[in-house]
C-alpha cells in the first residue's frame, strides 16, 4: 500500500531559527514529489520535485529529493511568524492521477 | 482564471438530511479530485475524475457518498443521509495530466477553497 509518512508531526520554533522538515515516500510507479504549505484555509503549492539531487528554491524555502533512500526535505531558513503552517508532503505517481499525501508537519513559528 | 471553485463554503446540517457539495475545476484542467481532510485522517481521496469520467472511487467511505461530473466544468459530491461523522472539510481539487515534461508546477493539484461540513 502506498504511503507517505512525515516528521516531526509537530514542531515550535523561535523566529529566525532555521527548520528542516522530513518526508519519506513508499509510492508505487513513483514521479514526483510535492510539498504544499497549509494555512487555516487550501493547500497552496511550494514545490514538485522529480530528479534526485536537484535542489528547488524559493525565497528563503528550498527542497531536495532523494530517489535512492525515497525520502524529501523542505528546508526554511530565517523562519518568520507567517511561516506557521502545515506543511504536507505528497507523492504523485507516473499516471500523474493519484497523489497520496502525508499526515503533514505542523510549524508554529513564535516571536 | 478563478481558481477551483467550491460551494457552499460552510455547511450545517442535521443528521440524515442530503448534502450536495459543488466545484467548478480550473479550464482546461483534465482531472478533478475531492478530498476530505479531518484532524484525525488527514488529507484522504475519495474520488477522482479524468475527463469527467471516474476512474477511482475506492476512497468512498461508504454508499452513502456520491460523486458526479456531467461535464467538464462542474462536479458534486453528495452524501445522503448525512451522519456527524461526515463532519469535515472537502476539499476539490484539479490538475492537468499529460506525459513527460508537459506536466509543470502550475499544472500540479490546486485545491479550492474547500467545504467546511457539520453535521449535527
Known amino acids: 500500500e502506498d504511503k507517505v509518512v512525515q516528521s516531526p508531526l509537530s514542531l515550535v520554533v523561535h523566529e529566525g531559527d532555521t527548520v528542516t522538515l522530513n518526508c519519506s515516500y513508499e509510492?508505487?510507479?513513483?514521479?514526483?514529489l510535492l510539498w504544499y504549505k497549509q494555512e487555516k484555509k487550501a493547500p497552496t503549492f511550494l514545490f514538485m520535485l522529480?530528479?534526485?539531487?536537484i535542489e528547488k528554491k524559493s525565497g528563503r524555502l528550498s527542497s531536495i529529493l532523494d530517489k535512492k533512500e525515497l525520502f524529501s526535505i523542505l528546508n526554511i531558513t530565517a523562519t518568520q511568524t507567517g511561516d506557521s503552517a502545515v506543511y504536507l508532503c505528497?507523492?504523485?505517481?507516473?499516471?500523474?492521477?493519484?497523489?497520496?499525501f502525508g499526515p503533514g508537519t505542523s510549524l508554529s513559528v513564535i516571536p | 482564471d478563478a481558481g477551483v471553485i467550491q460551494s457552499p463554503r460552510h455547511e450545517v446540517t442535521e443528521m440524515g438530511q442530503e448534502v450536495t457539495l459543488r466545484c467548478k475545476p480550473i479550464?482546461?484542467?483534465?482531472?478533478l479530485f475531492w478530498y476530505r481532510q479531518t484532524m484525525m485522517r488527514g488529507l484522504e481521496l475519495l474520488i477522482y475524475?479524468?475527463?469527467?469520467?471516474?476512474?477511482?472511487d475506492s476512497g468512498m467511505p461508504e454508499d452513502r457518498f456520491s460523486a458526479k461530473m456531467p461535464n467538464a466544468s462542474f462536479s458534486t459530491l453528495k452524501i445522503q443521509p448525512s451522519e456527524p461523522r461526515d463532519s469535515a472539510v472537502y476539499f476539490c481539487?484539479?490538475?492537468?495530466?499529460?506525459?513527460?515534461?508537459?506536466?509543470?508546477?502550475?499544472?500540479?493539484?490546486?485545491f479550492g477553497a474547500g467545504s467546511r461540513l457539520t453535521v449535527l
Open positions: 481539487a484539479s490538475s492537468l495530466g499529460g506525459t513527460g515534461e508537459s506536466i509543470s508546477g502550475a499544472n500540479v493539484l490546486t
Open positions: 509510492v508505487t510507479n513513483f514521479r514526483s
Open positions: 522529480t530528479s534526485s539531487g
Open positions: 505528497a507523492g504523485m505517481k507516473t499516471s500523474y492521477d493519484k497523489v497520496i
Open positions: 479550464s482546461g484542467h483534465d482531472y
Open positions: 475524475f479524468n475527463n469527467n469520467v471516474p476512474i477511482d
